[in-house]
T-cell receptor, first 107, second 116 residues
Framework: AQRVTQPEKLLSVFKGAPVELKCNYS??????LFWYVQYSRQRLQLLLR??SRESIKGFTADLNKGETSFHLKKPFAQEEDSAMYYCALSNDYKLSFGAGTTVTVRA | GAGVSQSPSNKVTEKGKDVELRCDPISGHTALYWYRQSLGQGLEFLIY????????KSGLPSDRFSAERTGGSVSTLTIQRTQQEDSAVYLC??????????????FGPGTRLTVT
């Protein structure tokens, strides 16, 4: 069975500090992983996906199959990064989400 | 263009009543999904519709939950005899066809259901 684990429910960092959101997964096949973000009073939206290997809003995430991880990183957090972040794994069409991490970036 | 829309945005109902939640997907999106977001939990997959194929109902938590998609567009999620544990935000998403790959899912604003 597939499972996505986000061990941190809350993460608070200062503006300009690095931020890393952890995500671990269990999946028997070849995973396709995503990070979704939900800003205050906005709808859930895709932030990035591992197959595109791109940086979005300064965030990057690398799939580490050996450690079964897909951690999200940003070297310099901004106040506008405050949001709820969900790691998700795709099994064909279904998305399995982690419990989410609430990030607060303080000035 | 318009994104995924859901109605109502909020619904308060008494325990034991039936409720219907509506989702209008993005025009041209053949895949439609329902998820549930409960307090302190992640998003839980409920049901998936793809074109005229039989829906994947494997995520529905009980037989009190059902969903329809009429004309390949609008979908209705029905919860019968609501219980307090049904209180959650119900999210709808749509995407282009996914049989050959995983396309980005676009989410609606959700319906917040409160069962008193």
């Amino acid at each position: 069975a597939q499972r996505v684990t986000q061990p941190e429910k809350l993460l608070s960092v200062f503006k300009g500090a690095p931020v890393e959101l952890k995500c671990n997964y269990s999946y028997s096949g070849s995973p396709e992983l995503f990070w979704y973000v939900q800003y205050s009073r906005q709808r859930l939206q895709l932030l990035l996906r591992h197959i595109s290997r791109e940086s979005i809003k300064g965030f990057t995430a690398d799939l580490n199959k050996g450690e079964t991880s897909f951690h999200l990183k940003k070297p310099f957090a901004q106040e506008e990064d405050s949001a709820m972040y969900y790691c998700a794994l795709s099994n064909d069409y279904k998305l399995s989400f982690g419990a989410g991490t609430t990030v607060t970036v303080r000035a | 263009g318009a994104g995924v829309s859901q109605s109502p945005s909020n619904k308060v109902t008494e325990k034991g009543k039936d409720v219907e939640l509506r989702c209008d997907p993005i025009s041209g999106h053949t895949a439609l999904y329902w998820y549930r977001q409960s307090l302190g939990q992640g998003l839980e997959f409920l049901i998936y519709f793809q074109g005229n194929s039989a829906p994947d109902k494997s995520g529905l938590p009980s037989d009190r939950f059902s969903a329809e998609r009429t004309g390949g567009s609008v979908s209705t999620l029905t919860i019968q005899r609501t219980q307090q544990e049904d209180s959650a935000v119900y999210l709808c998403a749509s995407s282009l066809q996914t049989r050959t790959g995983t396309y980005e899912q676009y989410f609606g604003p959700g319906t917040r259901l409160t069962v008193t």
